[in-house]
């Protein structure tokens, strides 16, 4: 197939090949270089897809119109509208192809959407916008995405590549079909997808106490907070050992997992409520497990004893700790990727804490560990694209090395410069940028907010040294300090499992009940409402009555077809 390269490339020291094209309806005399166009024999045909793999039919080549319309999540603010982000203006001067983006409001995104696929206004993309699996693989096999797995050798070799490395990966955005109906969002970088928690280093100098590394010595000092006045006010009741959110607690719950021997693989399995015997295979519900009754138990005598926030299962206060300034007055320890979840500079005050060994001497796994195919819909192409080939060599780009530091960094001169050692340093205006540099960099549209994007995440390290906090003088959180730890109790992680258009409808006739009803049995259990002597079997028949060995059948063929497509 022909390819046309680019003219008008950012600078000779990028030396980028790309490739014009468009949608359909609009511009189809030119490509980027202002070259005539192909023939009309040339224009790509709309990608036809059989709901069985592999019955595809053939490729074609990309066309010459240069416009696209792509759907998106409208500009908070905290940043520009799409359609003025430097990012995209730069690209357009690289590229020959011209954005219409079209701004859909957060809140509405879930409707809209939907409303969109069934218009005479669909898009020709959807970009950031979140689809479930069920939603890929039911428009996936009506035709109404665009199928990219015929695609990806001649037109996506960078995410081709990228997926390949990935153990599991090429499996994680394919649909029992064949068929992969979108672009995914892929983080390899660790500690930007591990949770931590934060301990109030303050208060453990001012009781003479280490950092804990397990969950008895954890229990310890957090009777040591709320006891012996940690914080030195001269009123020992006025701490709380740990401060989690409401709807941060399920997250916190999966953390501890890593201690309990049920966060052998990771996130995405925790998220999907089952646990995976690695001497036998099988599939257990995550909530019956021994593990999870024991992390319970704990958390029940933390707060028995007064060591958890009385609003953990109540009203969020968050918003309400965040702007008191002082909040590391009366927390001792918080769960999140980074220490800012609290305060800006909470880094100051709290020692981060990466795994704790089990109450039985069971060796931790960081459980909270996301799989590097973060998300598999980032970039979804429909069928109102003339042109499917074209858009997705211009997205692929964001997938390889050169497009991933275009898309975090942008090009000399403008947003970064280059030291004595050919180190990128973002320039003053974004350093210096009121916010801080991850918004002043926001700004031009670089891509450095937020998740779900579709692209590669620039690692850790060079962000940091584009930010210049390796000045020591800077004393943000570094989270390249904590990639050796990272790897040395990284979990086998699996991705998240892909299901039937069938198991799509059972799991989700029952999985709003069984998700109520869990959330209810955890407060009650670690609140004491519940007995788990007397009260455990009947909600294990309580669950059983919610459809979960069925549930586990579910998730069992899945893992099943994973581990037959991965060898």
């Not at 070259?35 to 019955?55: N, P, Q, R, W, Y």
């Not at 428009?139 to 081709?160: C, H, I, Q, R």
């Not at 966060?263 to 019956?288: A, I, S």
């Not at 258009?501 to 069984?514: F, G, K, L, P, V």
Request: proline share 4%; hydrophobic share 35%.
């Amino acid at each position: 197939m022909k390819k046309r390269l680019l003219a008008s490339l950012m600078a000779a020291a990028l030396a980028l090949s790309v490739f014009a094209g468009c949608s359909g309806s609009n511009d189809t005399s030119s490509t980027a270089s202002g070259t005539e166009s192909s023939s009309t024999s040339e224009t790509a045909s709309t990608d036809e897809t059989s709901s069985e793999a592999g019955e595809t039919s053939e490729v074609a080549e990309t066309g010459g119109a240069t416009t696209f319309t792509i759907a998106c999540n409208a500009a908070g603010d905290v940043n520009p509208p799409m359609n003025e982000w430097w990012i995209w203006e730069e690209y357009e001067s690289m590229t020959g192809i011209h954005i219409d983006w079209m701004e859909i409001p957060s809140t509405a995104v879930a409707e809209q959407k939907t409303l969109l696929l069934t218009s005479d206004d669909m898009p020709d993309a959807f970009w950031q916008i979140n689809f479930t699996t069920d939603e890929l693989n039911r428009y996936g096999s009506e035709g109404t995405f665009v199928n990219l797995a015929t695609y990806m050798d001649e037109y996506a070799p960078n995410l081709k590549a990228l997926l390949e490395s990935i153990e599991g990966g090429m499996a994680s955005v394919t649909m029992p079909d064949g068929g992969i109906y979108s672009m995914p969002w892929v983080m390899t970088d660790l500690p930007q997808a591990n949770l931590r928690y934060y301990i109030n280093q303050n208060w453990l100098d001012n009781l003479g106490l280490e950092v804990p590394t397990s969950i008895d010595e954890l229990t310890a000092v957090l009777d040591a907070f709320k006891t012996e006045d940690a914080n030195g006010n001269g009123d020992p009741d006025d701490e709380w050992g740990i401060y989690q959110s409401p709807e941060n607690i399920a997250s916190f719950e999966q953390q501890l997992a890593g201690s309990y021997g049920i966060g052998n693989h990771g996130k995405k399995p925790l998220d999907e409520w089952y646990y995976v015997d690695d001497e036998t295979n099988e599939v257990q519900f995550l909530y019956t497990t021994d593990g999870m009754k024991q992390i319970w138990q704990q958390m029940a005598d933390w707060w028995s004893k007064g060591y958890m926030h009385p609003e953990t299962f109540g009203k969020p206060a968050y918003e309400n700790w965040v702007t008191d300034g002082s909040v590391n007055d009366i927390v001792g320890l918080f769960s999140w990727v980074g220490a800012d979840y609290l305060y800006s500079s909470a880094i100051d005050d709290y020692t981060p804490i990466h795994v704790l060994t089990g109450p039985s001497g069971e060796e931790p796994v960081l459980s909270w560990t996301d799989y590097e195919v973060r998300g598999t819909s980032a970039f979804t192409i429909t069928s109102a694209c003339e042109d499917p080939a074209t858009l997705i060599e211009w997205a692929d780009y964001f997938y390889g090395e050169e497009g991933v530091q275009f898309s975090a960094f942008g090009k000399e001169g403008v947003t970064y410069e280059l030291d004595d050692e050919g180190n990128i340093r973002y320039t003053d205006e974004i350093n210096n940028y009121e916010g801080g540099p991850q918004l002043g960099a926001y700004q031009y549209g670089l891509f450095v907010y937020g998740g779900s994007i579709p692209t590669w995440y620039v690692d850790s390290k060079p962000m940091e040294i584009a930010r210049r906090q390796d000045d020591p003088s800077n004393t943000l959180e570094k989270y390249s300090e904590y990639v050796e730890i990272s790897e040395e109790y990284k979990p086998d992680m699996l991705p998240g499992m892909v299901p039937t258009i069938d198991e799509s409808t059972e799991i989700n006739a029952m999985r709003t009940d069984i998700e109520t009803y869990i959330k209810e049995s955890r407060a009650n259990f670690v609140t004491g409402t519940w007995n788990f002597d007397s009260d455990w079997d009947n909600f294990v028949a309580q669950l059983e009555g919610l459809g979960v060995s069925r549930y586990v059948e579910i998730k069992q063929a899945q893992y099943d077809r994973y581990l037959e497509a991965n060898g």
